[in-house]
Structures are given as C-alpha cells and as structure tokens.
C-alpha cells in the first residue's frame, strides 16, 4: 500500500476520493455537492503544487517515480509507474490548474444532475494526470482510453441540441485512432517484452539496429500511433469531430476539451512518437509539417467563415495545435520548447475564451455572431477579458500567444528535419489570419452598433464569481507574455535530452 | 478393463458429487410442493456450491483419470470453476424470474444441474467419446430448458435448438468416426501420436478434424453455424438464455481447445487457414448484424456471435507450440471476463423485461439513469467491458488475445479484431445513450438474487481488472499438454 502514498498517485487518484464522497450525498443538495467537487480539485491543485516544489528543474530524467510491478504473470511485463519530467510538468499543472476554474463556470451553468456531472467532472481529471504521468504503455492506454468515457456523457447528457450525435462522433473518432495504437502497442511489448517506456528506450536501439523491427515496421508503428494521437490534436484532415463535440459541449467540457483533452493528442508525439520511433520520426518530420501547415491555414480560413462564435473559437484549435505540431517536428530547441509552452498557452487562451463565451451565453442562449453588437458599452468588464483573451490567442506581443509562435516559427525556419523554410513561411500566414478572424469577432460582437440581442436582452456584466474564473486565466497570459524565462527553463533540460537521442 | 481405482473417481470427484446430486434433488423435488420450488432452488446452488468447494480444492492438481478417457489438469479446474460459478450466477438470475413470469418448475433447476454436469465433463474430456457424451448432455437439457415457458416463441426456441443442435451433433460423431478410421482410436494423446506418425491418412484426419469443428462451432454460435442463435437467445426464457450463452460457450470453447491442442497439432497448418477465416468472419458478421438490432436480447445475441471470434482470434496460432499455451489461457482468461459481463447485462435485461416479452425493445431503457442510477452504472460497466474499454475486465481480456494473436504472427487478424470492437462501441454505446441521455420512464423489477448477482458482475469486471494478477496466474495454468 505503499505506492498510494507516492506524490504522483496522491495527485492522479485524489480526486476519487472526491468521486466517493459525491456518491453518498442526496442528490437534490446541489450547493454541497459544488463544494464538494471544487474543493477536491481545490486540494488536487495544491497537491500538484507540492508536486511541483518537490521538481527539479536542472534535471532531465523522470522524476518522483512511482513504479511498482502490476501485472507480472504469464509472460506480461507491465508496471504501475508513474513519473514526471520536463515535458509532462506543466499540462499536469494546467490540467489541476484548469479543472477548478471549469467546476467554478458550471456553479449556475450546470443545474441539473449536478452530481452526476461532478462526479463525471472528477472521473476525468484522474484520466487526464494520468495520461501525462504514465510511463508504461498498458497504463497510459488505460488511462488514454478512460478519459473517453466521462468526456461521452460531459457531452451526451449535458450537451446542445445535437450532443448524442457529437458524443458518439467522438467517442467513435477517437477510438479508432486508440485501437490502431493499441496494435501498436502489443506489437512494441512482443517484441521488446516491456511496455515500461524507459526500458523501451534502452531496448529499441538495439532490436532496430539488429533488424528485429526492420525500418517499414517501425514506420508502420509510429503511423500507428500517429493516428492515434493526431485524432486527438487534431490534425488536419482528422479533425471533423472537433468543432461537433465542442459546439454541443457544456462550456467546461469545452474548457477541458480544448485546454487538456488535445494537448494529450500533442503529449503524445512528445512522449511516444518521438524518443520511441526515432528513424521514423526524422523521415516524416516534413509531411507532418506538411500537414500541420494546411491545418493552420486551413483552421484559421474555417474560423473567419463561422457564423458562431463557439465554432470560430473551435476551428481556431485546428490552426493553434497545427502551430504546435510544427513546432514539435521542427525536433530543434527552439521548435519544441515553443510546442510545449504553446500547448499550455492554448490551454489559457481558449479557455478562457470558451468560458466568455460560456458566460454571455448563459444570458442570451444564442451564440450566432451576427446578433450580438456594441456589447462593450453594456458589458465592459466582459469586454476587456474577451479583448485580452483574444489577444493572447492571436499572438499579440507581450502575451503569451505569441511567445509560443514566435518561438515555434523560430525553430521551423531553422529546422533541420522539415528541411524547407517555406512551411514556417506560410505558417506566418496563418498568425495573420488569427487577427483577421479574431478581431473579426471581436469588431462584430463587441463594437459597432447594437445588435438585435444586445438591444433586447437586459444583459448584466460578469459577477465577482465570473471574473474570478477567468483571472487567473487573464494572469497567467501576462505572466508568459511577459517573462516567459522560468517556463522555458522547465522545459529545456528534457526538451534537450529529448533531442540528443535524435540521430540528426 | 479394469475396476476404476480411488485416484479414478478422484479425477472426476466433482462431477460425480454434482450428478449423484442432481439425481437425488429429481427424487426430492417430487416432495416440495408447488409454490415453494424456491427450496430446489437452494437445493441446487448448495450442490453446486459443493462441487465448487471440491473443484477449489483441485486447483494444482494434474492426473489423468480412467486410462486417459477423462484428464484433471490446471485447464479442467479452471473451466470447472468458471462452470460452476456460472451455474450459481445462473439459477440467482433464475430465482425471482421463473416467479415471476410463472414458470417456476423444479425441473428447472435439475435440468440446469444436469446441463452443467455435461459442461464439466466436457471440460475433462480427453476422449472424443467422452467429448460427445458430454456434448449431448449439456445439449439436452438446454433444449429443454429453452422450451420451458411453453409460450409459443419458448417452443419455437426449444425445437429449433433441438433440430440443429442434433444436426450439430450429427457432424461430431461423422468426424469422431473418421478420425477413428484414420488412427484407430478416440483418445486424444493416441490420435496424436497416430497422427504425428507418416502412416496415418492426413486426408481423413483433417476432415474428420474439420467436422468436429462444425460440431463445436456450432456450439460457442460462430459464423456461419450461428443461424438459431439470435432465435433461440430471444425465444428461450431470459434466465436460460443467461446460462446458456455463458455455459454452452464456455463448454463449446474448452471442448474445441483441448481436442485440437491436444490431438490435432500435426494438422494445424490445414486447421489454420479454416480456423482465421472462421474467427475473422465471425467477428465482422456478429458485429455488423449486431448493429441493427432493436430487441435487447436480438442484440445480446449478435454480442455472443461476435466475442466467438474474438476468443477464435486467439486460438488460431494454437499449432505454433510457443504460442499455444497463451493461445489458450488467453482463450480462457477472455471466457471469465465474457461470463462475468454477460451475466450482469443480462441480469440488467431481466430487471427490465415484462411479461409478454415486454421491455426488451433498446427503447424500453430510456430515462433509466434518472430512474435507476445504480443499474445504469452497471449496465454501463459491462457495455463498456463488452467493447473492451478500460477500467474493465473485458479490456484486459482483449489485450490478451489480441496479444495472443499478434504473437502468433496473425496482426492482419488482431487488425479485423479492433476493428469490429470499433464498430460494436457503436451499438453498445446505443444502450448508453439510451439509459443517459434520453427521457423515459421504464419500471424495474427490484429481486435480491438478481441486484446481487449484478452488483458482484459489475463490481468484478471493475475491480478484477485492476488487480487481475491472480485470475492471469490462474489462467496460465491452464494450459493443456
């Protein structure tokens, strides 16, 4: 019993203790049961503080290891190990950071079967660290997998109009891509006889070397996984369930969705794709800055033609994780750092952009584009976190959007693996378009004169609770924007280590 | 010949403690009045208890029985064990049901008794007549059982059981001939050693082979022996229905592994070929079909269709001698996770079906969730273990087979495998959908035996498959030769 008071399982599974709890309260004690959730993901949160404090910053390697033997019989090699380092610390952080700021937006969104949606709510958090944490193969796939389950009901029950179908879209999408890993996956443990990704690390050069896995195969598995975690990104052409699930989603599964969800598709070429299949790696690196270029032009060109404003924010995903996936394959310093930070940049910004929008549509129940207008002078406070949260997301000097692209297209213009300075080229393109589409929204919805809605609805401004849900948000933007130093000293001992095992 | 000796009767100490009890509750039976059948009831899952107790008892034990006609290894324990707590899920799942849709009759529960005695001999086996012995004495009270509600469809069930259960059978006792005519004899080992000699005729083995694969594909309903399968599930009462898509699969699929293991690995590369292209075809027809099924039971059935190809999956490589023994423990491992899941899902179709085969309809399990929180958990629970969706057992069992296959060299296979579980998510996730997120307002029968069969269900696939170290220890040790 042990291994349940390591740091990392304390943070994974603390938030099952929340579920407990929740599952003795009467259901009709809404305010409770609230209470009870938030100040579950109040001390998750603190204890991926302490998680954080117990960090080393200088070193490269796994950290706070969990590993205890799990299932050790009839030829299977699979551990419970759970570990942290440079590339896995900060979405642990935003994931615990992130959830008690979505518990906080449901406080009067989310009125009916409050306990089921907390208990949901926690379910999937403990997925989620999970998937960052985990470093063998079985458990990630485990908790890959669960996180599925409570996303398909945070979508099914409480959902738009259209959530059966989005939930089952997504439940199926991303599935498809899992099942094809999990092949993968098999194939990986038969041959190497470990699912534990350090060992992996240390086996795989050799069975490469002496052809157990010849080239094509390994090209084979890493498409594997590439389809399995580009779903989730998700990378152009795969990205169709995207805009459904986050259209027909309550506005925090659109906050975890977006802030979390995704970045575990992005984690995962980080953690799996890259150090596992390295030969494979190098060889797609160009089509995958191929295919992440279209994606940032393609997403941000969808964005600027969205009547809804929920769907602009949700096409705009494609174009900032297609940023992140360049940035990834650029395989340099610069290139993954600023992947990795602009994973959690997104997380805020998008966040806190699905939590306005959330806000506003509580009140008027429409998010069309067209009937909004003048809301500044009614709503200012609303106002002023909508322009900065836009702002953060198109890339504005001094917020953190843009120290990520910059640092991404930095890296992609240097990059060795893509070989063609073009794709950061276009890339730039589509940093331009994010201003066209997002002041687009912002002009129409926020300036001018008063639309339909802003003329008939007696809108109020955010309440202290609201506002208290997106500063944070709204510090956090500053603070990267501003000094993004302590970020990217985080990242770049494990990006490094990362890098050197590339034969480049 | 000679007189069975204590070690003999030991082998089979189980079985015969089940049988001589089974009859003697025939005899008892006569003295419980009508109405109070809940006493046979008891009576029963007593007897089966007992034998459990012995069976746990044999656990390590290896000894073949009556000059090799019968066989007590890891393998036999262990589907003894999964037969027997099957047969305890079965009469809880019958207990308030037969009440209830009055057919509560004390034959039930011996034929149930004497169905299971045929599966756990079948499950020792080690002679192709014992291997039909046991098939028709699993076979023929099923039949029965399934024709027990003396409606019209219970009937329909019944014969069409019966007809090409007989059919079925036909096939085993042509193909034991021809093997007898190829080695000149039934016993397992011996065909082996005939077979594995140059002077055997192959020709007449491999069909011979072939037809006892007929008999029990037949058996464990996969394509395309599958045709009385959706009929039969729907027809026969819920509770038979339970029972048999769990004991008839398990009896179907311990039979299937021990007699090919054992005597036919020298014509395992002809049995291959047969063997993928009746898992891959099971697997895509029961899934597709599965798919557009309204009637609950329709769509269970289609269920059991497609998890015989799945655990066929694993079984294909079963000639290739490094692989064989995962091959079957893997089999094995993925029969506990689909009884365990399957008697709960049933169980949740039990609480919900209404006289005159009411409430059986997808549609009928709207707005549960609101209305039953707990049930709709678990029916979640073993949908998701049916897909094979983590944290359930029946995830952990497909990671074996499919590994199983793919070390067997059969990725393409693995590959059909996680497709079909793709496109059965779909239909799994309709009865979700249905129970979660459409209004509704369905009525439940509330038993003790049936909620307490589907909360241990459920509980088990959850938790099993967390800590399955022991079930994975138990199943390696079922390995045959």
Same mark, same amino acid.
């Given at each position: 019993?042990?291994?349940?008071?390591?740091?990392?399982? =304390?943070?994974?599974?603390?938030?099952?203790?929340?579920?407990?709890?929740?599952?003795?309260? #009467?259901?009709?004690? &809404?305010?409770?049961?609230?209470?009870?959730?938030?100040?579950?993901?109040?001390?998750?949160?603190?204890?991926?503080?302490?998680?954080?404090?117990?960090?080393?910053?200088?070193?490269?390697?796994?950290?706070?290891?969990?590993?205890?033997?799990?299932?050790?019989?009839?030829?299977?090699?699979?551990?419970?190990?759970?570990?942290?380092?440079?590339?896995?610390?900060?979405?642990?952080?935003?994931?615990?950071?992130?959830?008690?700021?979505?518990?906080?937006?449901?406080?009067?969104?989310?009125? /009916?079967?409050?306990? !089921?949606?907390?208990?949901?709510?926690?379910?999937?958090?403990? *997925?989620?660290?999970?998937?960052?944490?985990?470093?063998?193969?079985?458990?990630?796939?485990?908790?890959?997998?669960?996180?599925?389950?409570?996303?398909?009901?945070?979508?099914?029950?409480?959902?738009?109009?259209?959530?059966?179908?989005?939930?089952?879209?997504?439940?199926?999408?991303?599935?498809? %891509?899992?099942?094809?890993?999990?092949?993968?996956?098999?194939?990986?443990?038969?041959?190497?006889?470990?699912?534990?990704?350090?060992?992996?690390?240390?086996?795989?050069?050799?069975?490469?070397?002496?052809?157990?896995?010849?080239?094509?195969?390994?090209?084979?598995?890493?498409?594997?996984?590439?389809?399995?975690?580009?779903?989730?990104?998700?990378?152009?052409?795969?990205?169709?369930?995207?805009?459904?699930?986050?259209?027909?989603?309550?506005?925090?599964?659109?906050?975890?969705?977006?802030?979390?969800?995704? &970045?575990? %598709?992005?984690?995962?070429?980080?953690?799996?794709?890259?150090?596992?299949?390295?030969?494979?790696?190098?060889?797609?690196?160009?089509?995958?800055?191929?295919?992440?270029?279209?994606?940032?032009?393609?997403?941000?060109?969808?964005?600027?033609?969205?009547?809804?404003? &929920?769907?602009?924010?949700?096409?705009?995903?494609?174009?900032?994780?297609?940023?992140?996936?360049?940035?990834?394959?650029?395989?340099?310093?610069?290139?993954?750092?600023?992947?990795?930070?602009?994973?959690?940049? +997104?997380?805020?910004?998008?966040?806190?952009?699905?939590?306005?929008?959330?806000?506003?549509?509580?009140?008027? +129940?429409?998010?069309?584009?067209?009937?909004?207008?003048?809301?500044?002078?009614?709503?200012?406070?609303?106002?002023?976190?909508?322009?900065?949260?836009?702002?953060?997301?198109?890339?504005?000097?001094?917020?953190?959007?843009?120290?990520?692209?910059?640092?991404?297209?930095?890296?992609?213009?240097?990059?060795?693996?893509? %070989?063609?300075?073009?794709?950061?080229?276009?890339?730039?393109?589509?940093?331009?378009?994010?201003?066209?589409?997002?002041?687009?929204?912002?002009?129409?919805?926020?300036?001018?004169?008063?639309? /339909?809605?802003?003329?008939?609805?007696?809108?109020?401004?955010?309440?202290?609770?609201?506002?208290?849900?997106?500063?944070?948000?709204?510090?956090?933007?500053?603070?990267?924007?501003?000094?993004?130093?302590?970020?990217?000293?985080?990242?770049?001992?494990?990006?490094?280590?990362?890098?050197?095992?590339?034969?480049? | 010949?000679?007189?069975?000796? #204590?070690?003999?009767?030991?082998?089979?100490?189980?079985?015969?403690?089940?049988?001589?009890?089974?009859?003697?509750?025939?005899?008892?039976?006569?003295?419980?009045?009508?109405?109070?059948?809940?006493?046979?009831?008891?009576?029963?899952?007593?007897?089966?208890?007992?034998?459990?107790?012995?069976?746990?008892?044999?656990?390590?034990?290896?000894?073949?029985?009556?000059?090799?006609?019968?066989?007590?290894?890891?393998?036999?324990?262990?589907?003894?064990?999964?037969?027997?707590?099957?047969?305890?899920?079965?009469?809880?799942?019958?207990?308030?049901?037969?009440?209830?849709?009055?057919?509560?009759?004390?034959?039930?529960?011996?034929?149930?008794?004497?169905?299971?005695?045929?599966?756990?001999?079948?499950?020792?086996?080690?002679?192709?007549?014992?291997?039909?012995?046991?098939?028709?004495?699993?076979?023929?009270?099923?039949?029965?059982?399934?024709?027990?509600?003396?409606?019209?469809?219970?009937?329909?069930?019944?014969?069409?059981?019966?007809?090409?259960?007989?059919?079925?059978?036909?096939?085993?006792?042509?193909?034991?001939?021809?093997?007898?005519?190829?080695?000149?004899?039934?016993?397992?080992?011996?065909?082996?050693?005939?077979?594995?000699? $140059?002077?055997?005729?192959?020709?007449?083995?491999?069909?011979?082979?072939?037809?006892? =694969?007929?008999?029990?594909?037949?058996?464990?309903?996969?394509?395309?022996?599958?045709?009385?399968?959706?009929?039969?599930?729907? %027809?026969?009462?819920?509770?038979?229905?339970?029972?048999?898509?769990?004991?008839?699969?398990?009896?179907?699929?311990?039979?299937?592994?021990?007699?090919?293991?054992?005597?036919?690995?020298?014509?395992?590369? !002809?049995?291959?070929?047969?063997?993928?292209?009746? $898992?891959?075809?099971?697997?895509?027809?029961?899934?597709?079909?599965?798919?557009?099924?309204?009637?609950?039971?329709?769509? =269970?059935?289609?269920?059991?269709?497609?998890?015989?190809?799945?655990?066929?999956?694993?079984?294909?490589?079963?000639? #290739?001698?490094?692989?064989?023994?995962?091959?079957?423990?893997?089999?094995?491992?993925?029969?506990?996770?689909?009884?365990?899941?399957?008697?709960?899902?049933?169980?949740?179709?039990?609480?919900?079906?209404?006289?005159?085969?009411?409430?059986?309809?997808?549609?009928?399990?709207?707005?549960?969730?609101?209305?039953?929180?707990?049930?709709?958990?678990?029916?979640?629970?073993?949908?998701?273990?049916?897909? *094979?969706?983590?944290?359930?057992?029946?995830?952990?069992?497909?990671?074996?087979?499919?590994?199983?296959?793919?070390?067997?060299?059969?990725?393409?296979?693995? =590959?059909?495998?996680?497709?079909?579980?793709?496109?059965?998510?779909?239909?799994?996730?309709?009865?979700?959908?249905?129970?979660?997120? &459409? /209004?509704?307002?369905?009525?439940?029968?509330?038993?003790?035996?049936?909620?307490?069969?589907?909360?241990?269900?459920?509980?088990?696939?959850?938790?099993?498959?967390?800590?399955?170290?022991?079930?994975?220890?138990?199943? $390696?040790?079922?390995?045959?030769?």
């Amino acid at each position: 019993m042990e291994f349940l008071l390591q740091p990392l399982t =304390l943070l994974t599974f603390l938030p099952l203790v929340g579920v407990l709890v929740l599952l003795f309260v #009467n259901a009709e004690q &809404k305010t409770a049961i609230r209470w009870i959730a938030m100040v579950t993901s109040l001390i998750t949160l603190a204890v991926s503080l302490w998680v954080f404090s117990m960090f080393d910053a200088s070193n490269p390697d796994l950290q706070l290891e969990a590993k205890y033997p799990w299932i050790q019989v009839a030829g299977w090699n699979i551990y419970y190990y759970l570990a942290v380092d440079g590339l896995s610390i900060l979405l642990v952080l935003l994931t615990a950071f992130l959830t008690p700021i979505s518990i906080l937006s449901t406080w009067k969104a989310v009125d /009916e079967r409050v306990k !089921d949606f907390m208990i949901f709510f926690l379910l999937l958090e403990v *997925g989620m660290t999970g998937v960052f944490l985990a470093q063998d193969l079985f458990l990630f796939y485990i908790f890959w997998e669960f996180t599925l389950v409570p996303m398909y009901f945070l979508i099914g029950i409480w959902g738009g109009p259209r959530r059966v179908y989005a939930a089952i879209k997504f439940f199926l999408y991303t599935m498809a %891509g899992s099942i094809l890993m999990l092949l993968a996956i098999l194939f990986l443990g038969i041959k190497a006889n470990t699912f534990n990704v350090p060992d992996l690390l240390v086996r795989l050069p050799d069975i490469y070397a002496n052809g157990t896995i010849p080239a094509a195969t390994q090209m084979l598995l890493f498409v594997a996984f590439t389809a399995a975690f580009a779903i989730k990104v998700p990378m152009w052409p795969l990205h169709s369930w995207l805009p459904d699930a986050h259209v027909e989603a309550p506005t925090a599964g659109s906050v975890i969705l977006a802030g979390v969800l995704l &970045k575990m %598709g992005t984690y995962g070429f980080l953690r799996f794709n890259i150090p596992l299949f390295p030969d494979a790696t190098i060889q797609a690196a160009p089509w995958i800055a191929l295919l992440a270029t279209i994606g940032i032009i393609y997403g941000a060109a969808v964005s600027y033609a969205q009547a809804d404003v &929920k769907k602009l924010v949700a096409y705009s995903s494609v174009s900032h994780l297609g940023f992140v996936m360049l940035g990834l394959f650029a395989l340099n310093a610069e290139g993954v750092s600023g992947a990795i930070l602009q994973m959690v940049n +997104h997380g805020l910004s998008t966040g806190a952009l699905f939590l306005l929008i959330g806000m506003i549509y509580e009140q008027t +129940h429409t998010r069309e584009i067209k009937v909004y207008g003048g809301l500044w002078k009614i709503t200012p406070i609303f106002g002023t976190l909508m322009l900065i949260a836009s702002l953060s997301s198109m890339g504005l000097p001094g917020l953190n959007g843009f120290v990520g692209e910059f640092t991404i297209l930095l890296g992609a213009f240097g990059s060795k693996a893509i %070989g063609n300075p073009w794709y950061a080229g276009l890339s730039a393109l589509g940093v331009i378009m994010a201003a066209v589409y997002i002041l687009y929204m912002f002009q129409k919805v926020f300036l001018g004169p008063a639309g /339909e809605i802003t003329h008939h609805h007696e809108l109020k401004d955010l309440n202290w609770r609201e506002i208290l849900t997106v500063i944070p948000l709204v510090v956090f933007m500053f603070w990267i924007g501003l000094y993004p130093k302590p970020f990217f000293d985080i990242l770049a001992p494990a990006v490094e280590k990362l890098l050197s095992a590339l034969p480049l | 010949m000679t007189p069975p000796t #204590n070690t003999d009767l030991y082998t089979i100490l189980p079985y015969i403690l089940l049988t001589a009890w089974t009859c003697l509750l025939l005899l008892v039976d006569l003295f419980i009045p009508k109405g109070r059948k809940s006493i046979t009831a008891a009576l029963a899952a007593l007897g089966i208890a007992g034998a459990l107790g012995f069976s746990v008892t044999q656990i390590g034990i290896e000894h073949p029985g009556f000059s090799g006609m019968v066989a007590l290894d890891g393998f036999s324990t262990f589907a003894n064990i999964l037969l027997l707590v099957s047969g305890l899920f079965g009469i809880a799942l019958a207990y308030g049901y037969t009440k209830r849709m009055d057919i509560e009759r004390g034959e039930y529960y011996t034929l149930l008794l004497f169905s299971l005695t045929g599966m756990m001999l079948m499950a020792q086996a080690n002679d192709l007549i014992i291997v039909f012995l046991a098939l028709e004495l699993l076979s023929i009270p099923l039949y029965v059982l399934s024709a027990i509600a003396r409606k019209l469809n219970s009937e329909e069930s019944g014969v069409k059981y019966f007809l090409l259960g007989a059919f079925a059978s036909g096939f085993v006792v042509y193909g034991t001939a021809l093997i007898f005519g190829a080695t000149g004899s039934t016993n397992l080992s011996v065909i082996f050693a005939q077979a594995a000699s $140059s002077s055997t005729s192959s020709l007449l083995l491999t069909i011979g082979a072939a037809l006892m =694969l007929v008999g029990f594909g037949f058996k464990v309903a996969a394509v395309p022996f599958h045709m009385w399968t959706p009929d039969v599930y729907q %027809g026969a009462p819920t509770s038979v229905t339970a029972f048999m898509a769990a004991g008839a699969k398990i009896a179907g699929f311990v039979a299937l592994f021990r007699v090919f293991t054992t005597a036919f690995p020298t014509i395992s590369s !002809d049995m291959t070929g047969i063997l993928w292209a009746l $898992s891959a075809l099971t697997m895509i027809v029961g899934n597709l079909v599965a798919i557009s099924q309204t009637n609950i039971k329709r769509m =269970l059935a289609y269920s059991a269709i497609a998890h015989a190809g799945y655990i066929l999956m694993a079984f294909v490589p079963y000639g #290739n001698n490094a692989v064989a023994p995962t091959a079957i423990a893997a089999g094995m491992f993925y029969l506990v996770a689909y009884a365990i899941s399957n008697f709960g899902s049933w169980g949740v179709v039990i609480a919900l079906e209404k006289a005159e085969g009411k409430g059986l309809e997808l549609d009928d399990y709207a707005g549960l969730a609101k209305k039953y929180p707990a049930l709709a958990i678990a029916m979640t629970i073993f949908m998701l273990s049916l897909i *094979g969706f983590p944290p359930t057992l029946g995830m952990v069992g497909k990671f074996y087979l499919f590994r199983s296959a793919m070390a067997g060299g059969f990725t393409g296979l693995a =590959l059909i495998g996680v497709v079909t579980s793709l496109l059965s998510a779909y239909y799994y996730l309709r009865v979700v959908v249905n129970m979660y997120m &459409k /209004e509704g307002d369905p009525e439940v029968e509330r038993e003790p035996w049936l909620g307490l069969t589907t909360a241990i269900t459920a509980i088990a696939t959850v938790v099993v498959s967390l800590v399955p170290q022991f079930l994975f220890l138990l199943a $390696s040790t079922a390995v045959l030769r």
